[in-house]
């Protein structure tokens, strides 16, 4: 069984450009998640992806999107970076039919914005 | 609001039993999650749980109280490897979005 694989996993940008972020979910997985952790913090839940479509999201200024593809890969693009955007990106997959399946994390994006 | 508080650090002897609080308020509750996080790691999943009461596994126990807001993660037979961060998570609505505290840093000591 393939886990929740996240690349790159450091990325170095400046403030003011662009940046996308790519996730593989768990094999069977249908469901991915995206959440923003700062240093220190818990993760902050940013959205969800159902079947290619988002399904929740919490609270990020719309410079945050994503997508999520056939195979239920999934992207997180940011438009316009600041430096408060610099954490690290997790990814999460759940297990589609088990109502409040675990999340199953990657090992994330460390984002740096200088 | 949402809120879910647990102490920022704590520190036990290898071989000892530690208990890590969570308290939470959130608008709704749908379950209660415990992750792991070693350092630049990703947050691995430890126990689930949505009823009163206790729930094993293994080493790791996780008791919650949903009148109380209230929940915590005990750890026996501490080894060194279990030094990381320990993260509560509820899930307030009817998808599966978590809400985390900051997490625990704990540390073990021989």
């Known amino acids: 069984e393939t886990g929740v694989t996240q690349s790159p996993t450091h990325l170095i940008k400046t403030r003011g450009q662009q940046v996308t972020l790519r996730c593989s979910s768990q094999?069977?997985?249908?469901?991915v998640s995206w959440y923003q952790q700062a240093l220190g913090q818990g993760p902050q839940f940013i959205f969800q992806?159902?079947?290619?479509?988002?399904?929740g999201r919490g609270n990020f200024p719309p410079r945050f999107s994503g997508l999520q593809f056939p195979n239920y890969s999934s992207e997180l693009n940011v438009n316009a970076l600041e430096l408060d955007d610099s954490a690290l990106y997790l990814c999460?997959?759940?297990?589609?039919?088990?109502?409040?399946?675990?999340?199953?994390f990657g090992n994330g994006t460390r984002l740096t914005v200088t | 609001g949402q809120n879910i508080d647990q102490p920022t650090e704590m520190t036990a002897t290898e071989g000892a039993i530690v208990q890590i609080n969570c308290t939470y308020q959130?608008?709704?509750?749908?379950?209660l999650f415990w992750y792991q996080q070693h350092a630049g790691e990703a947050p691995t999943f430890l126990s689930y749980?949505?009823?009163?009461g206790l729930e094993e596994k293994g080493r790791f126990s996780s008791f919650l109280s949903r009148s109380k807001g209230y929940s915590y993660l005990l750890l026996k037979e501490l080894q060194m490897k279990d030094s990381a961060s320990y993260l509560c998570?509820?899930?307030?609505?009817?998808?599966?979005?978590?809400?985390f505290g900051a997490g625990t840093r704990l540390a073990v000591h021989p």
């Open positions: 749980n949505v009823l009163d």
């Open positions: 992806y159902y079947r290619e479509e988002e399904n």
């Open positions: 998570a509820v899930i307030p609505g009817g998808y599966n979005k978590l809400i």
């Open positions: 959130t608008s709704g509750f749908n379950g």
């Open positions: 094999s069977g997985h249908n469901t």
């Open positions: 999460a997959s759940s297990h589609p039919g088990q109502r409040n399946s675990p999340l199953h």
